[in-house]
């Protein structure tokens, strides 16, 4: 069930980073390996309702179609196509969010890289900065890969 848990939660934080709203009808293709093919079709009807989605594909691992958006949750890679419609929507929404992950990492960057701050600050307050900048990397990095699928 974890796996199904991971891959819900992982849907409908693409829609919200997309700020794709939940009345707006999703259809993901879910890829994974026979195993994880099985799970999955056997507790379809969960994602769907759990995840708000209008309809669901399990698919055999693969490359995800052309101009989807796609991510990994806990084995299983997850494709979205994002209507005509709905691209600059999302594009706005993506670059929107990318600027403040930017900001917030220059933030951390600057304070890390002050030398007064390592000096005098707790070392679990700057371990908690390390933590920090190593977040907003990994989300700057997921937004710049949506961004890039988006165009």
Do not use: W
Not at 37 to 47: I, S
Not at 65 to 90: C, F, H, W, Y
Not at 99 to 111: E, K
Request: proline fraction near 5%.
């Amino acid at each position: 069930m974890g796996t199904v848990v991971a891959v819900v939660r992982t849907i409908r934080s693409l829609r919200a980073d997309l700020g794709l709203p939940v009345s707006a009808p999703l259809a993901p293709t879910l890829h994974a390996n026979a195993a994880g093919r099985a799970l999955l079709a056997a507790h379809t009807e969960y994602v769907v309702a759990l995840a708000r989605v209008t309809g669901l594909t399990i698919a055999t691992e693969g490359p995800q179609p052309s101009g989807a958006i796609g991510t990994v949750a806990d084995g299983v890679g997850i494709s979205l196509v994002i209507g005509e419609g709905d691209r600059p929507k999302a594009r706005r929404r993506v670059q929107d969010e990318l600027q403040t992950i930017r900001a917030g990492l220059d933030r951390v960057r600057r304070r890390l890289a002050d030398p007064e701050f390592a000096a005098k600050a707790p070392g679990e307050v700057v371990e908690e900065e390390r933590r920090r900048e190593g977040d907003l990397r990994s989300r700057e990095q997921v937004l710049a890969g949506y961004l890039a699928t988006l165009g």
